[in-house]
């Protein structure tokens, strides 16, 4: 587990040039309304993976209060340069007191976790988010399988865990409590998950 977080870690803070431009497409800016759409003006949120902090500055200009974390430094200064709050830290062990915040959006960064460890990062997302907090998570998908993906163009290739829809969802359900779920077709080899979940 230690090598696929380090390889992780490397590959983002790597890759740093290639993301500091990063676009919202349509379809993520649709999740991100979804989301908003659901949650309170003056909720506090936690970007579970912020990356280059792209989707939490959309948050952040709603007026959404928005803290960001990314196992990769670069990562983390991307967010910065932007103004954004954000922090180096491990989805296994986050760093908030219980019930912080209002919401927990993930997109497309939990699939970096094996699957024989996923319930883990997810207690630790139910221990931060307050009773009645919204979780998003969505990640690509559609399709079973884990390892190292041959064909990535980042170096260290990177380790990741693609559920169908169904088997996602009999684990999420252990954890919390189902509002919505929908599998997105996209114009590429895997699909688009998004679950709308709610701390009990």
């Known amino acids: 587990m230690d090598t696929i977080k380090t390889n992780i870690q490397k590959s983002y803070n790597n890759a740093k040039a290639y993301r500091k431009d990063s676009l919202i497409s349509e379809w993520k800016e649709k999740e991100v309304k979804k989301v908003l759409n659901q949650i ?32 990769s430094k670069s990562m983390v200064e991307l967010c910065c340069q932007q103004g954004l ?83 996602l969802l009999e684990r999420l359900k252990v954890q919390f409590e189902v509002i919505a779920c929908e599998e997105i077709v996209l114009e590429q080899k895997l699909n688009y998950l998004s679950f709308m979940l709610k701390q009990r």
């Open 40 to 71: 309170d003006k003056n909720a506090y949120m936690l970007d579970l993976g912020a990356g280059s902090g792209v989707m939490a500055k959309y948050f952040d200009e709603a007026g959404i209060a928005i803290t960001c974390v990314d196992l």
């Open 85 to 167: 709050d954000a922090h180096v830290m491990d989805f296994y062990d986050l760093a908030f007191d219980e019930h912080t915040f209002d919401c927990v959006w993930s997109m497309n960064t939990l699939l970096h976790v094996p699957k024989s460890d996923i319930a883990t990062v997810l207690k630790q997302v139910k221990r931060v988010l307050k009773k009645d907090g919204i979780f998003y998570l969505g990640v690509y998908g559609g399709k079973s399988s884990e390892g190292i993906y041959q064909d990535d163009f980042y170096e260290p290739k990177r380790f990741f865990a693609f559920y169908t829809l169904d088997e």
